[in-house]
């Protein structure tokens, strides 16, 4: 039986002057690590049903099919 989880990652981003520019993930920490900024971030997971994900995959710009699910979180292999 599949399992699917929903991950929550929240950075919180201090810095003086102006706000950071970044495009991704990775300049964001980079800004943190080495730059003028400093961070901290909070993770959160909790399991979530196929139909969840399937819904959290479309919201995202995804397709169910990602992880062989219908719209509805059918599983496509069955």
């Known amino acids: ?17 102006c706000p950071p520019e970044f495009d991704s ?3 964001l920490a980079h ?3 080495q730059g003028d900024a ?3 971030y909070t993770v959160s997971t ?3 049903s196929a139909r969840k994900a399937a819904k959290g995959l479309i919201k995202q710009g995804s397709d169910p099919e990602f992880f062989r699910l ?9």
Do not use: P, Y
């Open 46 to 48: 909790k399991k979530i």
């Open 70 to 78: 219908d719209s509805n979180g059918k599983d496509l292999d069955e």
């Open 31 to 33: 800004e943190i690590e």
């Open 25 to 27: 993930l990775h300049d």
């Open 1 to 17: 039986m599949k399992r699917f989880f929903k991950t929550i990652v929240t950075v919180t981003v201090l810095t003086e002057d």
């Open 38 to 40: 400093s961070g901290s």
